[in-house]
């Protein structure tokens, strides 16, 4: 939180002149004016965005980019996000999870709920719940999905739809 950040930069002003290992001792020049002491403390936020920044970075695993069937230790580079996509996708779940909660008994709720956030994951109901009430969202859920794409592709398929 930004804030946080500057009361951070600020304790370290404190500090330095008690500890000056903890904090950060200003020079005579950074206390003549309020404006060299607010460009000071601005140099200590940014010195403390910039080492939170590098830390991110130096956590994650870093791979060159390639083609990863030809060419071991690299990844593929993604594809393109298409926004309109993301759209569909999404306009899709609600629309399925609205039915099911229509469609499934109350008995089936508690499923559907812990279903919705992993959608669409593979992960169905985790832990804890009947097998064949798991099987029965599945089914529904499919025949839902029937249904939506019956509804979104009214014409006869023509075999392009794959290459669109």
């Keep these: 939180m930004p804030d946080e950040i500057v009361h ?22 950074n206390r003549q004016s309020t404006a060299a002491f607010a460009l000071c403390v601005m140099g200590i936020i940014n010195s403390q965005l910039s080492n939170a920044i590098n830390a991110a970075e130096a956590s994650f695993l870093h791979l060159p980019l390639g083609d990863a069937e030809t060419e071991r ?69 499919r025949a839902i999905l029937v249904d939506l794409a019956r509804e979104l592709h009214l014409r006869a398929p023509t075999g392009m739809e794959m290459l669109m």
């Design 73 to 141: 230790g690299t990844v593929d580079v993604p594809g393109a996000i298409d926004p309109g996509q993301l759209l569909e996708q999404r306009d899709t779940k609600r629309e399925l999870f609205a039915r099911l909660r229509e469609q499934a008994g109350p008995e089936l709720h508690p499923i559907v709920d812990d279903w919705e956030p992993n959608y669409p994951g593979d992960f169905i109901a985790r832990g804890g719940f009947d097998r064949r009430q798991v099987h029965r969202v599945r089914l529904l859920a």
């Design 8 to 29: 951070s930069a600020l304790e370290k002003v404190l500090l330095g002149d008690i500890h000056a290992k903890k904090g950060r001792k200003l020079s005579v020049k």
